[in-house]
């Protein structure tokens, strides 16, 4: 290559692409298990922010902190939304994004441009690369955007910062905060258990590293081990601990929660919680909850019921399939990644699937301009709720992960409701971990190993034949040289890529058009990215991220 043609390949880099490029080189290699330099590296924090300037402005802001297993997410939606709609600018920090890294950063529930997101990007670089050394290097991926998100919300001089935990809580990046106005505790379960430890106390320990001495904070029911872990800590730092029960949905009004599902209504009580306290010690007493318990103010309803947060409870229908019922193949997506959040993404498939087998209208969000905020639209599908249905599985899952206590689960919770899979497809990860951006996404791997999924597979079979898996009967089928074989059973299937998947299930819907498929996309992966592949009628194929289970 000449070197005309060496200018011409970095002409084509966009300068968001550079941001990427920058971003991923902070994505460091080490065993999320090691904790060998975990407190190393969350005392180096400070230096960072003392190198940007940004001691005194975090010690200015009015943040509200949540850490937990479940739910953080969707109560810092929730808690964003509420104090937006009673009139302040918000800052929202959240982890991990689905599409977009700028995902991460909203401002007024939106996320940030990609102006403001590349001058406050370059700033933020451009002083740690003068100021780090071999003693106090740069700072890995999350410590970063942490770093940077406290730059943004300083410079945009927001009137509340809402911060999600993005790993533990003890050590997190978002724990340089000395004086939050109020913290939050959301349900506690396994997960991450290299990390915070083998036991609901040893977890809960962790998470209750964001309390701080007097600061108020609220939690949920918590199992009796969980409970009794915060209750001490609380004590230890004189932190006044309250235990809100779910809301109770009739001070809706009628109306339902912006996001779906039962359990919502625990997290919905939490942020209510949350910001009544916030606006009590902030002297927003025009506003306040607190001390009611037969009505919400109009601020809070418009704020809960308006709420929304992709890859949670979200029904979409593929749109690529040029027939003329494009719900005759639906994904039902939820970033359920631990056993007990799994029992609730199983039972929410379940009942969500018999609701709309009732109904001709169903809910899906619209996958052009993916990188803002959706809004819930309907659609009607001609009478397609009036088909036979089946459920389709896709799942994978990581080895750390034990598929037998997974599977189990999700089978058991389904089968109680009445819904039976059909087959189940077990995919590979397709992407890599130490790259942002789609573009280091492969849609396939000729050299991929399976020989995980051919074990999740056969634990499946196993468990459809109660527990014989002696004489399951494989069969491998030859595709053409441009896709890999895929390995079939009686009621499972194993495809060498996610793209591959999508394109049986495509084509298994226009030879069936008498059947509605109904899919239900379950992974538990580590340090990757998950894509599922829908495109509209007017466009190629496009990317959309389901979710990235991991906190670099």
Known sequence: MTDGDDGLLESTVSPYQEVLDALSSLITKRSRGDKSNKRVLFDVL?????MLDLDEPISKMKIIHVAGTKGKGSTCTFTESILRNCGFRTGLFTSPHLI????????????????KFLAYFWWCWDRLKEKTDEDVPMPTFFHFIALLAFKIFAAEQV??????????GRLDATNVVQEPIVCGITSLGYDHMEILGHTLGEIAGEKAGIFKRGV?????????????????????????????????ASLLNGLKLGLEGEHQYLNAGLAIALCSTWLQRTSHLEINYLEQ????????IKGLTTASLQGRAQIVPDRCINIESPGDLVFYLDGAHSPESMEICARWFSLAIKEDDQQPTLNYQPQDDVGSSRELVQKDYHGTSRKNTTQILLFNCMSVRDPHLLLPHLMNTCASHGVHFKQALFVPNISVYNRVGSHALPLTDLQ??????????????????GGDAKNI??????????????????????FPSLPLAIKWLRDSVRQNQSVRFQVMPTFFWNKIDIYIYISDSSSCLVKTFLFLFCSF
């Open 159 to 168: 009137d509340v910062v809402i911060l999600e935990v993005g790993l533990g």
């Open 100 to 115: 977009d890294v700028r995902e991460r950063f909203r401002l007024d529930g939106v996320e940030i441009c990609e102006e």
């Open 293 to 300: 318990t037969s009505s919400l103010p109009e601020q809070f």
């Open 448 to 465: 991929v190993d399976l020989s995980w999924q051919l074990t999740l597979q056969r634990l499946w079979e196993s468990l459809i034949h």
């Open 46 to 50: 400070f230096d960072y922010l003392k």
């Open 473 to 494: 009967d494989t069969r491998e089928e030859g595709k053409d040289d441009t896709e890999k074989s895929v390995i079939s059973c009686e009621n499972s299937t194993v």
């Open 216 to 248: 108020p904070a609220f939690t949920v029911p918590q199992p009796e081990e969980a409970m009794c872990v915060l209750e001490a800590k609380a004590s230890q730092l004189d932190v006044p601990l309250q235990v809100i029960p779910p809301m109770d």
